[in-house]
């Protein structure tokens, strides 16, 4: 289970439901605390040592609900609180964070429900934008898309949540905190040295910042990588210094060879982006803004239309 911080007591939720809701393992739901101060104990039973204690209004993120105890997680603490005094909300409009796919692919769905149409699929390792709860489910952003996404095939990586309603009401009264209401920091870590003198070296390195938040006209893991920045970035690191636009790369940089023949580190290039193929049809980019670094495919429709070729720059 991955921890996340709840940071607001209070949210705009539809379809309030009595505390006798329950939900299956694997969904999820929002839950609310009914009463002045509720316990998460370590264990469910009332002579288990107590983890945290919540005042009325908090908000958690409940993983089973059924009988007298949930499980759930509050204030990064996974725990459990009595079902009595918790108000499940059956859907709710908050930010949970960066979601990274687990399984091998994973469909995006138009409703919570497996008999959803396929909005879009995202291979492993992509990055979800988690922007609420429904019917058991994660509603996503991804790129151009949303949709839903089953629990079971989601980890959160970077998660502080803050409700739309409180976020737009910090920013009216001019609030100090920042209330990352679009798009959360990027998740705090230490990277590894560059290895080796391959392509595939370079795919490795360039796979762990996958959820670095994107941004225009920056080219570092710290503040977040537009698309040549990320390339110029991973490249720099094994004494490759590559031109600083995607233009210029796909200029300038490179040997060109014909998309049959990639090979995991040449660079793809599209209209006005770039990325670095990882091999299996897929390449690793700096997606746009409001996105992170992520893995895409190139049969995307998208990226299908507006590819215009590959270099090679590691012979």
């Not at 790129?143 to 089953?150: L, M, Q, R």
């Not at 390339?231 to 790369?249: C, D, E, P």
Request: glycine letters at 10%.
């Amino acid at each position: 289970m991955i921890p996340f911080r709840i940071a607001v007591r209070t949210i705009v939720v539809s379809g309030l439901a009595a505390a006798a809701l329950t939900i299956g393992a694997g969904a999820v739901d929002i839950g609310t605390v009914d009463a002045n101060s509720l316990n998460l104990r370590k264990e469910p039973d009332t002579s288990a040592s107590v983890l945290a204690s919540a005042p009325e209004g908090s908000t958690v993120l409940v993983h089973e609900s059924a009988g007298e105890w949930s499980k759930v997680t509050y204030n990064d603490i996974d725990g459990y609180m009595s079902s009595q005094y918790l108000k499940l909300s059956g859907s709710a409009d908050i930010e949970l964070g960066t979601g990274i796919v687990t399984a091998d692919v994973v469909n995006v769905r138009s409703k919570p429900s497996t008999s959803g149409e396929k909005n879009a699929q995202v291979l492993k390792g992509g990055v979800l934008q988690i922007v609420g709860v429904e019917s058991g489910w994660y509603k996503v952003k991804f790129g151009k898309y949303s949709g839903y996404v089953h629990p079971d095939f989601l980890e959160i990586k970077k998660a502080q949540p803050v409700s739309r309603a409180t976020a737009t009401a910090e920013r009216s009264k001019g609030s100090e905190a920042k209330a990352e209401d679009s798009a959360p920091a990027n998740p705090p870590k230490e990277y590894n040295a560059p290895a080796g003198t391959t392509g595939q070296d370079v795919v490795d390195y360039a796979k762990q910042f996958l959820g670095v938040r994107y941004k225009y006209g920056s080219a570092s893991p710290k503040n977040g990588f537009d698309c040549s920045g990320f390339t110029s970035y991973v490249f720099k690191q094994f004494g490759y210094s590559l031109n600083r636009t995607s233009t210029g790369q796909y200029k300038n940089d490179g040997v060109r060879v014909d998309k049959s023949e990639l090979i995991p580190g040449d660079l793809v290039f599209f209209t006005t982006h770039v990325g670095i193929y990882i091999g299996g049809g897929n390449f690793i980019h700096a997606s746009s803004s409001g996105d992170y670094v992520k893995i895409t495919s190139l049969s995307d429709s998208y990226y299908l239309k507006h590819y215009l070729g590959a270099a090679r720059v590691i012979k």
